[in-house]
């Protein structure tokens, strides 16, 4: 699982704005991942500051904080916050992420599935992201499932993630890894499954961001991340779709991922994963 953090090339990236969505589009179908520069604004940036007050006070029912042996800093993170934390469901609700993401995926509803906040303090040098895909931990059959994460802070090249270009089109699915530890085994990894494969070649791609840009990638592409080296924080919030392809597995899984009202074969679609979008159709 050795893999390498050099990059070779530059994730595209466009303005967000509606005359952009057809090149998005392709982008994000051709190489798995696409760059939406100036997404979200200021004013809904802060709502996120809010909500991480909140989430790192208390709120989070979901929330860890880990400090690796030898770092300065700590590396936090919540998942599926969004029911307790007030300012993380005005974001994803009532911001314009929704409509930003949504003609990206070709789909006839957007379906929420769960928010991610990753912050990683000054000099979390260990904090580092093991090449993966984040479709392995879903318990979700279907391709339509993408990550919208939005940059807090600048975040310069060598902190940033990395892409496995084109990695998402054969819909491959590999075994999920331990991010603490790669050499040991992921609490609900599938024995079945292959493990990622060593990165050796292919384009490695890469963008500085801004604060209010927003990555989206496939949810089959396979990513890393390094640690912060840097002496500022490195935060960035995510949220994660799923489109009209999707189906429930019932495979094992974390809590934030599963939903016991769920029917195997079944759609995703439930009170903890509601739709935030859908094609209007006419009354029969």
């Not at 392809?245 to 809590?255: F, I, S």
Request: glycine residues 6%.
């Amino acid at each position: 699982m050795a893999g390498t953090y050099e990059t070779n090339s530059t994730i595209q990236s466009f303005e967000a704005d509606s005359k952009n969505t057809d090149d998005a589009r392709e982008a994000l179908k051709k190489d798995g991942v696409v760059c939406l520069r100036t997404a979200l604004d200021t004013s809904w940036l802060s709502v996120i500051e809010d909500g991480i007050v909140d989430a790192l006070t208390g709120a989070s029912a979901d929330l860890e904080v880990v400090k690796r042996e030898g770092d300065e800093g700590r590396f936090s993170f919540s998942s599926g916050a969004w029911r307790s934390v007030k300012p993380f469901q005005r974001f994803i609700f009532d911001s314009p992420l929704a409509d930003l993401v949504w003609p990206l995926l070709d789909s006839s509803t957007l379906t929420l599935f769960y928010d991610f906040l990753l912050i990683k303090e000054p000099h979390s040098d260990s904090a580092l992201t093991p090449w993966h895909q984040d479709h392995s931990y879903y318990p979700l059959d279907g391709t339509k499932v993408v990550n919208s994460w939005v940059a807090l802070d600048h975040i310069p090249l060598e902190s940033a993630l990395r892409f496995l270009a084109g990695s998402h089109s054969s819909s491959m699915l590999y075994r999920a890894v331990n991010f603490d530890d790669p050499n040991t085994s992921y609490r609900h990894a599938r024995s079945d499954l292959p493990l990622p494969p060593v990165i050796e070649d292919g384009l490695i791609l890469a963008t500085e961001l801004q604060p209010g840009d927003m990555l989206v990638w496939w949810s089959h592409t396979l990513h890393c991340a390094p640690g912060n080296r840097l002496p500022r924080r490195r935060a960035a919030f995510s949220v994660n779709w799923v489109g009209d392809d999707v189906t429930y597995n019932g495979q094992p899984a974390l809590e934030t991922y599963i939903d016991s009202s769920l029917v195997t074969g079944g759609s995703v679609i439930s009170e903890k994963f509601p739709v935030v979008r859908q094609t209007n159709t006419p009354n029969n």
